[in-house]
């Protein structure tokens, strides 16, 4: 099953639309800039377990992950996903709405969970999400409120797997 988040609770259908701030990507990847519609993979769900504009970097270990680099940045946790301080009210209040989408048109991109559709998708189902950090307490997340998301922009040099989602949005992020 894929799925999509959005605080909004009464889509009907998911149309294909350009990202808002296109993306630099591979050579012969530009089309994913263009008018898609996105989700992801359960496995992958506790990424957008967020108010949809949050900046957040989101760190796990992978086979590749060394222990040093484990020990230091998750503890004993199996993932840990940075948010500033100011956005914590939002994260305790949101409500967020799974919508469940049918696997059917969508194509996996390798990455994290994430799939992407050329067509219209009309949800199969939809789930009223309240009480996130629980949630994200739940799928063994370590939320972590910090001042500023700058000081961790070296995690990318580390062996954890790190995902950086809507860093446009993070105070000083440049």
């Keep these: 099953m894929l799925y999509h988040f959005s605080e909004n609770p009464a889509i009907t ?12 990507r591979p050579a012969g990847q530009d089309w994913l800039n263009g008018p898609l519609v996105w989700a992801i ?6 990424l957008y377990l967020f108010p949809r504009d949050c ?8 086979a590749d992950s060394n222990a040093a680099d484990q020990a230091e940045w998750l503890g004993p946790h199996k993932c840990v996903a940075y948010v500033q301080d100011a956005w914590m009210p939002r994260i305790t209040e949101a409500k967020l709405h799974k ?8 194509t996996p991109l390798g990455d994290v969970g ?7 998708v009309l949800p199969s189902g939809v789930t009223q ?3 996130l950090p629980a949630r994200l307490q ?6 972590r409120p910090v001042p500023s998301l700058v000081p961790y922009k070296h995690l990318w040099v580390t062996t954890l797997h790190v995902s950086g989602i809507r860093l446009r949005h993070a105070k000083d992020w440049h």
């Design 138 to 143: 739940n799928s063994a997340v370590s939320l």
């Design 13 to 24: 259908r998911f149309v294909p639309r350009a990202l808002k701030t296109p993306r630099p």
């Design 99 to 106: 919508y469940a989408l049918p696997s059917d048109t969508f």
């Design 41 to 46: 993979s359960e496995a992958f769900a506790f």
């Design 129 to 131: 999400l309240i009480d």
């Design 55 to 62: 900046p957040r970097i989101v760190a796990w270990a992978t």
């Design 114 to 120: 994430m799939h992407v559709s050329c067509h219209e």
